[in-house]
């Protein structure tokens, strides 16, 4: 069991107050808080050893070269990869994708497909469409339903022996539907295409195992994860990181460098070229400890008890609309109130110390589905409270009267 009087105590931001009122923060899928214990670790580093690493003999540099290979070995655990030199550090899923997009320009060729999904973020479009501009492949699309769920039969009609890459996000970030992953790798495979699955919502809520998965490609970032800004991961196999050219050339990710001809460094380094966030790396291992401290057995089971009440509180407003009524969801509750603009009630809960993310949560194709320019999404963490989310129906109502 989850004891979330006691959790909260390790959230300072969740003491002060927004506009006078006690913050509740639900925009936790644009990114979440950060607990004590880590922001521990970044004053400690920033106080004690901060060296730049890989590269000074002095003890500064070998403690922080430690702590931020230790953190590698965390992030490798959590996710079950097989070698920690398949797990690269990012900025973050955005960098991820790219640095994977960016490896594939050179081995498609004209005529080769590349699927995404209807449900993804803009970060898991573009740098497609930029690819297929590049190579000339075709991007082809995963349709959605309704109720906000990839349609499985079009996937498969979708594949054939052209199909180079898939790309599909395990949680959607503004209807919370979970992708049956399992099935799309499973399938993807049998066609020889390679799947990149974006983590950025589902590594909050539950533990990927990418062996198990047998996934190409997890990315995700730490910011949403209880870890810093500017820190994420790619997993790569080792095989598709090796035949993935690197990204950007620096210092770190040589061998050697003549004018004639450089040679690469081996993974991870490879990919991490110049000096790295080091602060957040080993900030983002200790995000993991504080997670797996609680467990995500744990989180899953009491979250999906907020999403529940929240939801059926929410049902009880005359003339709401929850978009994103998948069977299998995550935390997260878009919704819209009449035709009343999710802009302004944002703006009110705002002036109530509500916190919740309006607007087309950088998924645009979502919002056409639905005809609608966006929508209000109330996302929880495993430090909320039914009591939040009480106080957020009562502003709500409050926003919804103003506003009629
Ligand atoms: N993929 C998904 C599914 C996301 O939800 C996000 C961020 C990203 C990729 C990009 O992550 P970044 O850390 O590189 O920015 N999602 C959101 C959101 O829903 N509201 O703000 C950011």
């Known amino acids: 069991m989850l004891d979330v009087q006691k959790i909260r105590k390790d959230f300072p931001i969740l003491n002060r107050t927004v506009n006078g ?19 521990d670790v970044i004053v400690d580093y920033y106080s004690n050893y901060n060296a730049n690493i890989h590269r000074g003999v002095h003890s500064l540099s070998q403690e922080a070269t430690d702590a931020y290979e230790q ?90 022996e052209n199909t180079k890459l898939v790309f599909v996000n395990h949680i959607s970030n503004a209807l919370g539907t979970i992708n049956p992953i399992e099935y799309i790798i499973e399938k993807a495979h049998a066609v020889g295409a390679a799947v990149l699955v974006d983590g950025a919502q ?74 790295p966030n080091i602060a957040g790396g080993i900030a983002f291992g200790a995000a993991l400890d504080y997670m797996n401290g609680i467990g995500f057995e744990n989180i899953a089971t009491y979250e999906n008890e907020l999403l529940a009440y929240g939801t059926e509180q929410l049902l009880k407003i005359e003339g709401l609309k929850i978009y994103g009524t998948a069977k299998e969801k995550t935390s997260v509750i878009s919704f819209n109130v009449a035709n009343i603009h999710p802009y302004d009630i944002g703006t009110i809960l705002d002036k109530m110390g509500i916190a919740v993310r309006t607007g087309h949560h950088c998924a645009q194709p979502i919002m056409d589905f639905y005809k609608i320019p966006g929508t209000i999404r109330a996302s929880f963490m495993f430090y909320n409270t039914k009591e939040e989310i009480d106080a957020f129906i009562i502003a709500l109502k409050k926003a919804i009267m103003m506003l009629s």
């Open 21 to 39: 009122k006690p913050l509740i923060y639900f925009d936790n899928a644009a990114t979440s808080q950060t607990p004590q214990q880590v922001i």
């Open 202 to 275: 589902s590594c909050p809520h539950l533990k990927p195992d990418v062996q198990a998965l047998d996934v190409d490609f997890y990315v995700c970032s730490a910011h949403k994860i209880c870890g810093p800004t500017g820190v994420g991961m790619l997993y790569g196999k080792e095989a598709w990181l090796n035949k993935l050219p690197p990204y950007q050339g620096g210092g770190e990710m040589i061998a050697e460098v003549t004018f004639e001809k450089t040679t690469y460094a081996d993974l991870p380094h490879k990919f991490e070229a110049g000096t």
């Open 71 to 160: 953190a590698r070995l965390k992030i490798q655990k959590h996710f079950n990869a097989k070698h920690a030199h398949e797990i690269i550090y990012t900025a973050g899923t955005t960098h991820s994708i790219n640095l994977v997009a960016n490896g594939f320009s050179s081995l498609l060729k004209k005529g080769d497909e590349i699927i995404v999904s209807a449900l993804e973020h803009h970060s898991n479009i573009v740098p497609w469409q930029m690819l297929c501009e590049r190579t000339g492949a075709v991007l082809k699309v995963i349709p959605m339903n309704e109720d906000g769920e990839l349609v499985m039969s079009a996937y498969d009609a979708l594949l054939n």
